[in-house]
């Protein structure tokens, strides 16, 4: 069963896709696969060129999906 997040239209969530990791609408993309490509210095042009299928704002949604998952507060024990 598939669902899409409530604020980010692109990205889906299907335990049968990916094991359920959060993905581009509903393709085998997980967003973390998106932002490996990115850090490792690939560019969005080139992404897009590598996978036809990847739309510009798949990418933006990504990164903006990603950005809003790390405004969680983390404690540090030390």
Do not use: N, W
Not at 14 to 34: E, H, Q, T, Y
Not at 35 to 44: N, P, V
């Amino acid at each position: 069963m598939q669902s899409q997040h409530y604020l980010f239209k692109r990205i889906t969530i299907d335990p049968a896709i990916c094991f359920g990791k959060p993905c581009i609408r509903g393709m085998r993309m997980p967003v973390a696969s998106i932002l490996d490509y990115l850090s490792s210095g690939m560019t969005a042009l080139q992404l897009l060129k590598e996978f036809p299928s990847l739309e510009p704002e798949d990418i933006s949604e990504a990164l903006a999906f990603s950005a809003s998952m790390m405004q969680d507060r983390f404690i540090v024990s030390c």
